[in-house]
């Protein structure tokens, strides 16, 4: 897997700021991934916890189909790509015996399907479907997947060095 990742620009407007800042972080846990065998993609990080960093990019697929697709173009899903009603965290659990190249290329599919979902629309579009009650911005989904990825980009910079001792930025 070759990455692509570009820094963020030090100015330029809200849009291109959000959208760069979200790439640029998409872009980070896959650095945080490369190279790295099927095997060393599902090592654990500590007991009781199931966090690997398969787990981490099936994670990220589904928190993109679930702010983009769900709440932003208000699609409807029965199940996850990866959780069901009995495992709701399968998206963590189930890695045993996952398609490590099936993962990421659903990663990849969700990030692309975001992105179009979001395209041209203006920062204060509001998502067809609420979340806990309240209306939710594009503003507001691009901060927090900017969150999101910030706060599993460290855990992965952990696993990663835990793994074979690699570390950056």
Request: hydrophobic share 40%; proline share 3%.
């Amino acid at each position: 897997m070759t990455t692509s990742r570009i820094d963020p620009p030090f100015a330029a407007d809200e849009t291109t700021m959000l959208n760069a800042w979200l790439d640029f972080h998409r872009e980070t846990l896959a650095v945080k991934t490369e190279g790295l065998s099927t095997e060393q993609l599902r090592q654990r990080s500590a007991p009781p916890s199931s966090l690997s960093l398969l787990g981490l990019v099936r994670h990220m697929a589904e928190v993109e189909r679930a702010w983009f697709q769900g709440c932003l173009q208000g699609e409807e899903f029965k199940q996850g790509l990866y959780w069901t009603d009995e495992n709701e965290d399968g998206d963590f659990d189930d890695i045993d015996t996952a398609d490590a190249e099936a993962d990421f290329a659903t990663w990849r599919a969700q990030i692309d399907l975001a992105r179009q979902a979001a395209a041209g629309l203006p920062l204060e579009t509001v998502g067809k479907r609420l979340r806990h009650g309240n209306e939710v911005t594009l503003r507001w989904i691009l901060v927090h997947m900017i969150e999101e990825y910030a706060r599993h980009n460290g855990h992965a910079d952990l696993l990663r060095e835990r793994i074979d001792g690699v570390t950056g930025e």
